[in-house]
């Protein structure tokens, strides 16, 4: 259906479940390594195997991040909770039931204010945000959707089964009409930006460590009874987001209208065709068979050790958002520029080593984006670190690189030849200060044009510009070209 027919016809409900993987060392009930990209199943053991007689260990700095999290969502923690067994049959939980957390989650009843790109704000309730551990992971080979349906066989590995997860899931998400896919990108947006400022995860959408669940249900306008949702799961991209949410109103709308009933299930978005395809029938809190687990003791999180990890907060990204606006004297949509193309971060890395703003924004958001849009990468996952670009910023400012040769530099870095100053040395670029060798330089493209220099003789200094060019093209462009300028001038009798 139409998008604005479906808002003349219905009200969008939303539910976002988002699962975190954790930056911790080992893994939530052992003490495997967590590593991305490992060599399958070669980061386990008898406990994240489920091999009878092991037993599991809560990994501490699992519920620390736990708990940071809780408190940045504004959300109460629990004085005293405890893990469930969620029971399910399914080759990637070995053990045949996943550690989770059900009645009793160690944070719940918080908020994110997210802001949208006009500039208002959406305040999202959460309901809970609880600990659990994640799955293996399946590879289906042979078919040409890379699912199960259609494959000829599949691979499993377990190296991940047993990372520490927090589920983090809102409460619904109601009158946002037309602007809920958009709601929905801001929101998980922001909630990426606050888990990376409190160092609890890389959440690196395309690896997994944040992944994101859709809930979508349609209400006819002018009732209150939710409609039936649908769950489009591990949606992998903030676009990818925002794009199955609309499509899902989409859908569930034509359905609707043509008579049918929406069936709760899973569904898996198509990043190539913007759209979602049935999976399961969605269980029921009793199909999981929950019971309290009995080879963990439960969690009492003393109302100190929450306050001491309240005091580790870092500066929330909205305070910091405003705070850098005002340092950086930028407009509100020079920084919402900034903030789309994932700038900030990198720009505010420079300026803490020593650039000014300006120059490290002229930087990262011209050359280096320009690199990192031909690579198909973010900024910050280019090869050069905020360090390097302050250097190459400081050798400008030092009069050691025109900024022609800067770029080369930079180029080089990007290049793997190493730090800017080994490039400098390597590639030969620093700029010619020796007086006596540019005055050389200078007599030497006046002798060879002597009708441009009786233009400037006569008052056409403007006619210095192709001395300029002649000396830094037989400098190959290392001489600073002001001084080269002024010497023209002086040896011109100007």
Not at 71 to 82: F, K, M, P, S, T
Not at 89 to 97: G, H, T
Not at 194 to 213: H, I, N, P, Y
Not at 288 to 310: G, T
Request: proline letters at 5%; charged letters at 25%; one cysteine or more.
């Amino acid at each position: 259906m139409d998008y604005d027919e479906v808002l003349e016809n219905y009200d969008p409900v939303l539910g976002l479940e988002v699962h975190v993987e954790l930056s911790t060392h080992t893994k939530m009930f052992c003490g495997c390594p967590v590593a991305f990209g490992a060599e399958p199943n070669t980061q386990v053991c008898p406990t994240c195997l489920g091999l009878p007689g092991s037993l599991p260990v809560v990994n501490e700095t699992g519920v620390e991040s736990a708990i940071r999290i809780g408190l940045a969502l504004n959300c109460e923690i629990a004085e005293w909770c405890r893990f469930a067994r969620k029971n399910y049959f399914y080759p990637d939980m070995p053990k045949n039931f996943q550690t989770s957390q059900y009645d009793e989650p160690i944070a719940f009843n918080g908020w994110l204010d997210v802001e949208l790109e006009d500039g208002s704000t959406v305040r999202v309730e959460i309901e809970r945000a609880h600990m659990e551990e994640d799955t293996g992971k399946s590879l289906h080979v042979g078919g040409s959707t890379g699912r199960i349906h259609g494959a000829d066989f599949s691979l499993l590995d377990y190296n991940r089964a047993g990372v520490p997860l927090i589920e983090i899931v809102t409460k619904p998400i109601t009158g946002t009409r037309e602007r809920a896919p958009e709601v929905a990108r801001a929101y998980v947006t922001a909630l990426r930006d606050l888990l990376r400022a409190l160092e609890v995860s890389d959440v690196r959408m395309d690896q997994g460590s944040l992944r994101c669940d859709a809930n979508v249900s349609l209400m006819p306008r002018g009732t209150t009874e939710f409609g039936t949702r649908t769950e489009t799961k591990n949606v992998n991209s903030l676009r990818s987001v925002e794009r199955a949410v609309r499509y899902e109103m989409t859908r569930q709308a034509a359905v609707l209208a043509s008579g049918g009933t929406i069936r709760q299930e899973t569904r898996h978005f198509d990043e190539s065709t913007g759209s979602t395809s049935a999976g399961r029938a969605k269980e029921t809190s009793e199909d999981y068979r929950y019971f309290p687990e009995p080879d963990l003791v439960p969690i009492a999180p003393s109302r100190q050790w929450v306050e001491d990890l309240r005091s580790t907060l870092p500066e929330m990204p909205s305070a910091r958002r405003k705070r850098i606006q005002a340092e950086w004297n930028l407009s509100d949509l020079e920084l919402r520029d900034l903030l789309n193309l994932g700038a900030v971060d990198v720009i505010a890395a420079t300026v803490a080593e020593g650039a000014s703003p300006a120059e490290a924004r002229a930087w990262w958001v011209s050359h280096l984006a320009q690199e990192a849009n031909s690579r198909g990468v973010e900024l910050d996952e280019l090869p050069i670190s905020p360090r390097a670009v302050a250097d190459v910023i400081k050798l400008v400012a030092d009069g050691l690189l025109t900024n022609k040769l800067a770029r080369s530099v930079v180029e080089g870095v990007l290049a793997g030849e190493g730090s800017p100053a080994e490039v400098v040395e390597q590639r030969g670029l620093k700029v010619v200060s020796d007086e006596s060798a540019l005055t050389a330089a200078v007599d030497e493209a006046l002798a060879a044009q002597p009708d441009v220099l009786e233009k400037i003789r006569s008052g056409k200094v403007q006619a210095a510009g192709a001395i300029v060019g002649a000396v830094m093209k037989a400098t190959k462009g290392q001489a600073d070209a002001k001084r080269v300028r002024e010497l023209i001038l002086e040896r011109s009798g100007v």
